[in-house]
T-cell receptor
Framework: EDQVTQSPEALRLQEGESSSLNCSYT??????LFWYRQDPGKGPEFLFT???AGEEKEKERLKATLTKKESFLHITAPKPEDSATYLC?????????????FGAGTRLAVHP | DTGVSQNPRHKITKRGQNVTFRCDPI?????LYWYRQTLGQGPEFLTY????????KSRLLSDRFSAERPKGSFSTLEIQRTEQGDSAMYLC????????????FGDGTRLSIL
């Protein structure tokens, strides 16, 4: 069964304290993996697409990496404005389109 | 690029009533998706449109749910005879046509059933 699992469920950091969020997946024939950020009461905001194992993408204090079994979202020197829920998602579908299967997310709180 | 727009943002209704939500995708996007998200969970796929054709429906989409995308532009999601379990955030996303194109989400419609 295709599945995406994220850990930890919640993470509390002090401002400047770097850490990593994990996304493990069991998806046959993975064609890519997406990371999204979601603020309370808002829809998910696209961050990164990772296409193959070994790939890395960076944006400001965030860096996403992908292996054959999992993906990490590294947060370097976070700020309070990085507080949000971070979701990873894998595309499924063989018809040329991509319905996404999401993990439950990691709720990140960064305190000053 | 004005983003994906969803209306209304919030809907409160009594059990048994019918509700309809609207989604306006990014104008050049042919692909449109509906998802449902409950508290503490990630979004779950409901249905997919390629232009005006509805090509896939999840088993989560019972016969009380119907979605349309007339003329391949905006889409509507209707829930008939609402039940308590329908309370959730309903999210719409659109994407360009391509192998692995990211989906861009609207801010959703939050449905509360009294």
């Amino acid at each position: 069964e295709d599945q995406v699992t994220q850990s930890p469920e919640a993470l509390r950091l002090q401002e400047g304290e770097s850490s990593s969020l994990n996304c493990s997946y069991t998806v046959s024939g993975l064609r890519g993996l997406f990371w999204y950020r979601q603020d309370p009461g808002k829809g998910p905001e696209f961050l990164f697409t990772l296409y193959s194992a070994g790939e890395e993408k960076e944006k400001e204090r965030l860096k996403a990496t992908l292996t054959k079994k999992e993906s990490f979202l590294h947060i370097t020197a976070p700020k309070p404005e990085d507080s949000a829920t971070y979701l990873c998602a894998a595309p499924l579908g063989s018809g040329g389109y991509n319905k996404l299967i999401f993990g439950a997310g990691t709720r990140l709180a960064v305190h000053p | 690029d004005t983003g994906v727009s969803q209306n209304p943002r919030h809907k409160i209704t009594k059990r048994g009533q019918n509700v309809t939500f609207r989604c306006d995708p990014i104008s050049e996007h042919n692909r449109l998706y509906w998802y449902r998200q409950t508290l503490g969970q990630g979004p779950e796929f409901l249905t997919y449109f390629q232009n005006e054709a509805q090509l896939e429906k999840s088993r989560l989409l019972s016969d009380r749910f119907s979605a349309e995308r007339p003329k391949g532009s905006f889409s509507t999601l209707e829930i008939q005879r609402t039940e308590q379990g329908d309370s959730a955030m309903y999210l719409c996303a659109s994407s360009a046509t391509g192998s692995i194109e990211p989906q861009h989400f609207g801010d959703g419609t939050r449905l509360s059933i009294l």
